[in-house]
């Protein structure tokens, strides 16, 4: 009998149309261009944050945060029509179910993170209160990001559970539980021991999960030197209001030279003052960093994905294998290592001719399964590998446009600023000059 093998998944695939892998059942249409993507045909939008009160499933009070979405058709608009705005509201958790179903249903895909739930990575004097008024405006930002993200793939964009999200309020929740995606999600005990216990592991995953870490750890350090800065920063502008108390005070007790230093303590005032709003500019950045912070568990939930399936393979030849075997063992009569099978023979006697025709039509038999087994599983590997490799390089040029437009917006604001204190020290100069 033939030995089987796992075919390596690591291979590139054909350039014929891939499927959905994993089970999972495959979208509806092929991926959407750009000009097909739901993004271009809604304007989608989360317009508003409100805190409430209601109770939970437990029946106890809670106080959470709603969220308002808006959408509009552009068709009509660009038609000359000024078309409906359709709004319903949100609770963060259902952004969460929305996103865990999307991660199961498509697990090739990079899927878009969500904000933070709670702030990360502040400077002392910004609240860490996931209530706090300017943490849930951030959030909100993030929330639309999300949603535009999910809007503009070709892939996500078309699922119908996504589009009923932003158009059906009113029994969502029931419609995402009846996909049954909870039943296919893989517990974490069973990504690890595949994380263990693959052999033959793709070489193109395993880099990208090592990268997705150094990733992950360059952003930390990155939002925790900010926040570092941050602090000195406010400390130093803070400071510069007691120039403009020191020269209020002074200009008290000169006649001659009164008018000119006021002057200067306004100027002093005026910048010590502008602190708050740039810092809080700077939050926009942080937070573009932080999406490609949790971006990075999204890539390596993807490589769990490819590991398991991997490992799901392995475990399929193994099996089929050691039943090609027993049923050579069966056939000729020898038992090639030791086994309780070949115990219970020198002990209780051989089998008759009846019982080992028996067991040889079903290991015949499971052998058959077995081996179509096998197959589907390779053709599922190669089809996961070229669908997720695909959005890989569709997401690294995605990260490469962002981040490269956020370090260059946060280099231009660190310029205005700087140019702003050598402007209030310039007029302060000015002042001085004319004592």
């Not at 893989?186 to 033959?200: G, P, W």
């Not at 100027?267 to 490609?292: G, N, P, R, T």
């Not at 996961?384 to 446009?401: G, L, M, P, T, Y």
Request: hydrophobic residues 35%; aromatic residues 8%; glycine residues 4%.
């Amino acid at each position: 009998m033939e030995s089987a093998e796992a075919e390596p998944s690591d291979s590139r695939p054909e350039e014929d149309g891939a499927a959905p892998c994993s089970g999972l059942p495959p979208p509806e249409h092929p991926a959407a261009t750009m000009e097909d993507c739901l993004a271009k045909k809604m304007e989608i939008t989360v317009s508003e944050a409100e805190k409430r009160t209601g109770r939970n499933a437990m029946n106890m009070q809670e106080t959470y945060t709603a969220y308002l979405i808006e959408t509009r058709a552009v068709e009509s608009q660009s038609e000359g029509q000024c078309a409906p705005v359709d709004s319903l509201w949100r609770r963060y958790s259902e952004f969460e179910l929305l996103r865990n179903y999307l991660s199961v249903t498509y697990p090739h895909i990079v899927v878009p993170p969500l904000p933070e739930k709670r702030a990360d990575f502040v400077w002392h004097k910004l609240s860490a209160d996931n209530m706090d008024p300017d943490f849930v405006e951030r959030r909100r930002i993030g929330l639309e990001n999300f949603l535009l993200r999910v809007a503009s793939h070709p892939v996500l964009c078309q699922d119908k559970i996504f589009y009923s999200f932003l158009t059906q309020e009113g029994g969502w929740k029931e419609m995402v539980n009846e996909t049954g995606f909870q039943l296919k999600a893989d517990s974490r005990l069973k990504a690890l021991n595949a994380t263990f216990r693959v052999k033959n592991p793709d070489k193109r995953f395993t880099e990208l999960k090592h990268y997705s870490d150094e990733l992950q750890s360059v952003i930390s350090h990155l939002l925790r030197v900010r926040a570092r800065v941050a602090d000195r920063l406010y400390g130093v502008y803070k400071v510069h209001g007691n120039y403009g108390r020191v020269f209020s005070e002074w200009s008290a007790i000169e006649k001659e030279m009164g008018d000119g230093l006021q002057s200067a303590g306004h100027h002093m005032d005026v910048y010590a003052a502008s602190i708050d709003d740039i810092l809080e500019e700077e939050e926009h950045y942080a937070d573009q960093l932080k999406e490609y912070l949790f971006y990075a568990e999204a890539l390596r939930a993807v490589c769990r994905k490819h590991e398991l399936m991997q490992y799901d393979l392995e475990m399929a030849a193994q099996d089929l294998t050691s039943k090609k075997q027993q049923c050579e063992e069966l056939a000729t009569g020898t038992v090639r290592t030791f086994s309780l099978k070949g115990m219970t023979s020198k002990l209780f006697g051989q089998e008759t001719p009846e019982q080992r025709e028996a067991k040889l039509k079903v290991l015949e038999e499971q052998i058959q399964e077995g081996e179509e087994q096998l197959k589907s599983k390779n053709l599922e590997g190669r089809d996961f590998v070229k669908s997720a490799w695909a959005d890989i390089e569709r997401f690294k040029e995605q990260k490469n446009h962002d981040l490269k437009e956020a370090l260059i917006s946060y280099a231009v604001m660190q310029i205005s600023m700087c140019k702003k204190g050598i402007q209030v020290w310039t007029n302060a100069k000015e002042c001085f000059s004319k004592m």
